[in-house]
């Protein structure tokens, strides 16, 4: 049975399947090598993993009132639907703008991300010979491409494998630490202690691991295509959040076990020049076989997460096509029900700012060229990180908003828990704001001047929301009005 052209193909996605197609934006094993790492260095040492359950905490009460809104709205256009529905057409304008723009740009960071482990990493370390990394992420993302117009349920099937592969290395290192530790458990309670919790920054630690969930909040988009969709999305989203702290907080713990829980965050520190402690010790505690496939998996990772930032990022576009606030050529799909032309922009737009920086290559002071993950990836993935940080916050807001215009009497479910998380979102956006640089891994000027990428996103949001109220009047009011249609087609249905 064929999809409507400007349908996505509805029923297609259980909760399991929206949950690989967010932990796999999460990517864990990336996670594990990069992020966690740095968390434990600049942050709180031996008591990250307890900052990875703060972390989840507040992001499943920010979940108790997602889940609720869900409920009542059930759109491709994720967080920019729940804001329209909570704060209005003018803030809902203005998320759709920065989500869109923060997921293209993390699709065009993470290009460079999958270029340099690939061919400068991965293919050195197996093989013994390197490849060019721009032409290496042209060709990985060329088949990202072409599974994502394949079809949401082939995406779904192929996250699957690449997160359950991922899953269980990362299961089986912290299993071979705690073994050969003796299963102490004195990492973990002493991360609880006053001294270690608070050691370094527990902030900057709280704001590093808020970044290592950047994915989990993707579960809304896929609702059009979703089975039962008021119940599927809540699912995956609890779901999603749980098995991402629960494995960060895993990893976490196996690490400054293996380090010492007093000496961890020196030993990430000397490793941050190399980059490799994770892999370091994945090769010590499980061996070198282990250790090279542990670097394939790192490539799988970036693949995975590039083919799920892939596919969140075009339903953005296709949404803001389909509402006409972006040409209408974009809410086109194929017979698979994969927007294939917002994939299509989404691949031209990535692939061009990757070429930018191949081009123009930056070198440092001795004329040896820069790695992409000194250049594109802190553009990228930066600026990424920092919209759907913000957008997550806003959500949350609209979220409390929208059920107290509604005068709900639901107090812990539609108030507390949601606007308790609210405030740590906020938080985090505000803490990622003042620590742009880290959070980019940047000090270049270009990437200090990204921040105010979002004031003008702002500011052109509601001038555009002011012109269609204007000049277009039939389209703003289509901000409301197709969210509304869609929510009616899932009722009948």
């Known amino acids: 049975m064929s999809t409507p052209e400007n349908s996505l193909k509805a029923n297609q996605l259980g909760a399991p399947s929206i949950v690989f197609l967010v932990l796999a934006a999460v990517a864990p094993v990336t996670v594990a090598i990069v992020v ?5 260095a600049f942050g709180n040492g031996g008591g990250i993993p307890v900052a990875v359950l703060i972390v989840a905490a507040a992001l499943l009460l920010f979940a108790v009132g997602y889940a609720q809104i869900t409920k009542d709205l059930v759109s491709a256009g994720g967080f920019y639907a729940i804001a329209v529905k909570g704060l209005g057409r003018p803030a809902g304008l203005v998320t759709g703008i920065i ?26 370390a ?34 699957g494998v690449a997160l359950i592969l991922e899953i269980l290395i990362l299961v089986a290192f912290a299993i071979s630490v705690f073994v050969q530790v003796g299963f102490s458990i004195e990492a973990f309670t002493m991360a609880f202690s006053p001294e270690i919790l608070v050691g370094g920054s527990i902030w900057i630690g709280l704001l590093l691991v808020a970044t290592a969930f950047i994915g989990f909040e993707a579960t809304a988009l896929f609702g059009e295509e979703a089975k039962d969709p008021r119940r ?5 989203t609890y779901a999603a959040i749980i098995i991402i702290g629960v494995l960060h907080a895993l990893v976490g713990w196996a690490i400054v076990s293996a380090l010492g829980v007093g000496d961890a965050q020196g030993a990430a520190l000397d490793s941050l020049a190399s980059g490799d402690l994770t892999l370091v010790l994945i090769d010590t505690y499980l061996g070198p076989i282990v250790g090279a496939i542990a670097i394939v998996l790192l490539v799988v990772s970036l693949f995975a997460a590039q083919l799920a930032f892939h596919n969140s990022a075009a339903r953005y576009l296709y949404a803001l096509g389909r509402a006409r606030v972006l040409p209408r050529w974009l809410a086109h799909t194929n017979s698979n029900g994969a927007p294939q032309r917002a994939l299509l922009v989404n691949l031209v737009f990535a692939i061009v700012v ?19 993950v000194l250049t594109l990836v802190p553009v990228g993935l930066g600026f990424g990180t920092l919209a759907v940080m913000i957008v997550q916050a806003i959500a949350a807001l609209s979220i409390v908003v929208y059920f107290r215009r509604k005068r709900d009497r639901r107090v812990w479910t539609t108030f507390i828990a949601p606007g308790i998380g609210f405030l740590a979102l906020l938080t985090f956006s505000i803490m990622a704001i003042a620590n742009f640089t880290l959070v980019a891994g940047s000090e270049a000027v270009y ?20 012109f269609l109220r204007a000049k277009r009047p039939e389209v703003y009011a289509g901000l409301q009005e197709d969210l509304e249609r869609f929510d009616e087609l899932v009722e009948v249905a």
Do not use: H, K
């Open 36 to 40: 966690m790492p740095m968390a434990i």
């Open 354 to 372: 990757a070429a930018i920086f191949a081009v123009f290559v930056e070198t440092d002071p001795e004329g040896n060229p820069l790695p992409p």
């Open 99 to 124: 989500a869109t723009l923060g997921y293209n740009f993390f699709v065009a960071g993470a290009l460079g991300t999958i270029g340099f482990f690939t061919g400068m990493v991965a293919l050195p």
């Open 126 to 159: 197996l093989f013994g010979f390197e490849l060019n990394w721009f032409l290496v992420a042209v060709v990985l993302f060329v088949i990202v491409f072409l599974l994502a117009r394949s079809g949401i349920q082939v995406s779904a099937a192929v996250l």
């Open 232 to 236: 599927t999305v809540p699912r995956a």
């Open 447 to 466: 990437v200090q001047l990204l921040p105010w990428l979002l004031v003008l996103a702002v500011i052109g949001g509601l001038a555009y929301a002011a």
